[in-house]
């Protein structure tokens, strides 16, 4: 069973820095795309930053030149430094990972738990 496990978030004014971290683990072949999404009530799911195992990423316009984006594909972990932090960005914010398992011949989509992240003005 692949698991993700956030850290980080919490609560910070506008113009501060969080940093997110996520680690998958379990019987993982290989991690194809891992990256981050948040939700806000009302809205639907939305991407912020990926990241594909070829090196590629992908940011929402919202958060490009504001976020930061790596993944360390040995420790199978991913992190978003967000930086000059809005309250737009407020919202919860959920791992998400495109991993072939063990014994598997695709890839599957796997999802942390969430961790809320709280920008005051």
């Known amino acids: 069973q692949v698991q993700l496990v956030e850290s980080g978030g919490g609560l910070v004014q506008a113009g501060g820095s969080l940093r997110l971290s996520c680690e998958a683990s379990?019987?993982?072949?290989?991690?194809?795309?891992m990256g981050w999404y948040r939700q806000t009530p009302g809205k639907q799911r939305e991407l912020v930053a990926t990241?594909?195992?070829?090196?590629?990423?992908k940011y929402a316009d919202s958060v490009q030149g504001r976020f930061t984006i790596t993944r360390d594909n040995l420790k199978k972990t991913v992190s978003l430094q967000m930086n000059s932090l809005k309250p737009d960005d407020t919202g919860v914010y959920y791992c998400?990972?495109?991993?072939?398992?063990?014994?598997?011949?695709?890839?599957?989509?796997?999802w942390g738990q969430g961790t809320q992240v709280t920008v005051s003005s």
């Open positions: 998400n990972a495109d991993v072939i398992p063990q014994s598997a011949i695709k890839w599957y989509t796997y």
């Open positions: 379990g019987s993982i072949v290989s991690i194809i795309e």
């Open positions: 990241k594909h195992l070829s090196g590629t990423t």
